[in-house]
């Protein structure tokens, strides 16, 4: 089993950065997929940014340009939010996904809220 712990949210004005981490800790063999979602208010839980199999990443259009997933070892996954708007206040979720003898198992994380300040 992959327990995953966020880090790194909080309150953070517009035009600033703020970085986010995600640790993994547990049976963490095979981590394929390692990606952040959002959920704002009101709204459908969106995957923003994804980094598959090491080196495929790929963002959505909003957060294109300002946002960074990057993995920092076998069990960290990071996102570097810079110049955030007050649209990007939402709770975070850092998802792993994990291919293991044969079978493939989601993790979640438990979420963290980043607000944006304008």
């Known amino acids: 089993q992959v327990q995953l712990a966020e880090s790194g949210g909080g309150l953070v004005k517009s035009g600033g950065s703020l970085r986010l981490s995600c640790t993994a800790s547990?049976?963490?063999?095979?981590?394929?997929?390692m990606r952040w979602y959002r959920q704002a208010p009101g709204e459908q839980r969106e995957l923003i940014a994804r980094?598959?199999?090491?080196?495929?990443t790929t963002y959505a259009d909003s957060v294109k340009d300002r946002f960074t997933i990057s993995r920092d070892n076998a069990r960290k996954v990071s996102l570097q939010m810079n110049n955030v708007k007050p649209e990007d206040t939402a709770v975070y979720y850092c998802?792993?996904?994990?291919?293991?003898?044969?079978?493939?198992?989601?993790?979640w994380g438990q979420g963290i809220q980043v607000t944006v300040s304008s």
């Open positions: 998802y792993v996904g994990q291919f293991l003898r044969g079978a493939y198992y989601e993790h």
């Open positions: 547990g049976a963490i063999a095979d981590l394929i997929h």
């Open positions: 980094l598959d199999r090491g080196s495929d």
